[in-house]
């Protein structure tokens, strides 16, 4: 494969920033099908359009899903490319890797593909970007085999789970975000590996309100960690803070002299529910108006701590479809608790209450936030057996006549209307 | 696009195998080279009947059916399903019936 030039492609090696051009011809020094990436793209560029075919059905033995079929539609002047499927290799939870273990997917990754990785993509899991269909087979094997690692999820199926580092490290995780992950994984390992769902599903684990992995904007499925009771307050750290002894936002913003900390502009006056006040020199809460937007605590972390009673919030159906535009997911379940003790059968409870109902009639292609959508809130609501609240509400319906249930209207939809008003006569 | 061989009959077929004519190409022969790429060792009555339940469907929706109402039609559960056609009722089935690659893309 020769060197194309690619005059449009080399603007963008130049400025302070990386670039992914200079790294590819870096990678095509010892894999030169990246040439062939650099001139498929720098035709694109010319034509406008691109030149990778619409998706391939590609595989292995025993998974319907975990490989994306990539063709090129100009393979005779780009023969490096003509094939270039994607594997989703499933990340470790937390995405904590040894560097025995990275080398290892390095090399496996070298011999069988194109060296051209993107760590990692929005559903989670690593990206191997470029191989050949007769590379696929042996790939599964040595992956399975001597890794032990496996496959994610592609297609209409479960996608590879994903989750914030949680309790590993971060003093705010309100549950075990990788353990549930974990578990979920190998419990749900059919539904990862055998599409049978009208169109993709995304689990994300975020272990508390500031959704690292952004469960809210991405995932089909969103648990969000939270606490039911009061936001912990330690007075004497927070006269810490405002003494200007404790770094703000741990110390986030020390690059720059933004004056002495002050409480009130940046914290109390930005609380979004308006909840904070002082009185005196302590720092008072109304956490009944309190929404876990975390502000406070991500500024005053040496002050403030989430509640003791934890949990998390279900939200359900993010989606991004390319006409309609994004949407994030509706909350569904406010408080639920998530705890290994019980093998999160009552979330288990949650995800199959769901799926029982969107295999029935869910359309195809159809991500669940669309069927919610489709068929209405309230009976989305109706078949999680989950009682309406204020909180599920966008806005107060501004005309009280509409009823949406038969039951509410006496008589029902089909009563005699001259019946009815010959009791009310003017 | 390319073509195949099986036995003296060739075949236009896409670059992920599908045959391209559909209907008007399929034959036996056909069902007889895609078990012997697909991972298929003997074909049964079950096979027959996934086929038959695919190409069925097709005639009367020009789409392949969704996972779930092959499921349906077939009486067989998903895991059936993959034991009959290792590489799964997209790659191994569609293909084996003759049908168009069936579109999704990632
Ligand atoms: C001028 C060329 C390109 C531009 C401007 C570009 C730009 C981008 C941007 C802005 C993102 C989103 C990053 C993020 O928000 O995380 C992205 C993601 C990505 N790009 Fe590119 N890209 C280019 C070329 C390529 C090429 C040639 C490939 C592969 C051969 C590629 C593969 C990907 C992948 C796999 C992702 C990740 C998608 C995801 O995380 O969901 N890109 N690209
Ligand atoms: C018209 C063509 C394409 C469309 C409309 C399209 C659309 C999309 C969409 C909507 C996603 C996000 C899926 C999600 O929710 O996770 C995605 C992901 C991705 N696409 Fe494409 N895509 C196209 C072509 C391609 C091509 C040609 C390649 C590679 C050569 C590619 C590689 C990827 C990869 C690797 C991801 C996964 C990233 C991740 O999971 O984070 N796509 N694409
Ligand atoms: S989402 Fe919350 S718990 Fe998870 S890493 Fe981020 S800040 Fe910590
Ligand atoms: S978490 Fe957000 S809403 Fe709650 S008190 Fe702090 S700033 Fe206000």
């Not at chain 1, 909840?275 to 502000?295: F, P």
Request: net charge negative; proline share 5%.
């Amino acid at each position: 494969m020769a060197k194309h030039d690619t005059p449009l492609l080399d603007e963008l090696e130049k400025g302070p920033w990386p670039s992914f051009v200079t790294d590819m011809k870096r990678q095509a020094e010892t894999h030169p099908e990246c040439w062939d990436i650099l001139g498929q793209l720098e035709l694109s560029y010319e034509d406008r359009i691109t030149h990778w075919k619409h998706g391939g059905i590609v595989g292995v033995f025993g998974y319907g899903g975990g490989i994306v079929g990539r063709y090129s539609d100009v393979p005779d002047r780009f023969p490096g490319v003509e094939h270039f499927h994607t594997v989703r290799i499933a990340q470790p939870s937390g995405l904590y890797y040894s560097t025995k273990n990275l080398r290892a997917l390095m090399d496996l990754w070298d011999k069988y593909g194109s060296g051209m990785t993107n760590m990692h993509g929005s559903t989670g899991d690593m990206i191997f970007l470029g191989t050949r269909t007769e590379n696929l087979e042996p790939l599964f094997w040595d992956l399975t085999h001597d890794l032990d690692q496996d496959l994610g999820g592609s297609g209409s199926n479960l996608r590879t789970p994903s989750c914030c580092l949680g309790e590993s490290r971060c003093e705010w995780s309100c549950y075990d975000t990788q353990d549930i992950c974990y578990h979920l994984t190998m419990h749900y390992q059919d539904e990862i590996h055998r599409p049978a769902f009208p169109y993709k599903f995304k689990f994300k684990f975020s272990g508390c309100p500031n959704d690292c992995v952004a469960a809210i904007a991405r995932s089909d499925f969103a648990v969000i960690g939270t606490w039911k009771d009061d936001i912990q307050i330690d007075q004497a750290g927070v006269k810490e803070y405002m003494a200007g002894n404790y770094p703000s936002n741990g110390g986030a913003h020390s690059g720059r002299d933004w004056g002495a900390f002050d409480i009130k502009k940046e914290v109390i006056d930005i609380c979004p529910t308006n909840c904070m006040w002082m009185e005196g020199d302590e720092l008072k809460i109304d956490n009944s108006e309190c929404t876990r937007c975390m502000h406070c605590i991500n500024v005053m972390p040496r002050a403030l701590k989430p509640g003791k009673e934890k949990g998390a919030t279900i939200c359900i159906g993010a989606k991004a479809p390319i006409l309609d535009g994004a949407q994030f997911a509706t909350m569904v379940i406010p408080f639920i608790k998530v705890s290994k003790e019980n093998e999160y059968e009552n979330v288990i409870d949650v995800i199959e209450q769901i799926w029982d109902w969107w295999m029935e009639v869910g359309k195809n292609r159809e991500r669940v936030g669309e069927t919610m959508q489709r068929i209405g809130l309230p009976t989305f609501l109706r078949v999680m057996e989950v009682d309406a609240m204020p909180q599920h509400v966008r806005e107060p319906r501004s005309n009280p006549y509409v009823f949406w249930k038969e039951e509410e209207v006496e008589g029902g939809f089909e009563r005699d209307v001259e019946e009815f008003r010959r009791k009310h006569a003017a | 696009m390319a073509s195949i061989e099986h036995n003296g009959t060739s075949y236009e077929v896409d670059e992920d195998g599908f045959l391209l004519n559909g209907s008007e190409e399929w034959d036996e022969n056909w069902v007889d080279y895609v078990k012997s790429v697909e991972g298929i060792n003997d074909m049964t009555d079950e096979h027959q009947k996934v086929i038959d339940a695919l190409q069925e469907y097709y005639k009367k929706n020009g789409i392949a059916p969704m996972v779930r109402i092959l499921s349906k039609t077939t009486g067989f559960p998903l895991k059936r399903i993959y034991e009959l056609f290792p590489s799964g009722p997209g790659k191994g089935a569609c293909k084996m019936a003759g049908l168009p690659k069936p579109t999704g893309c990632v």
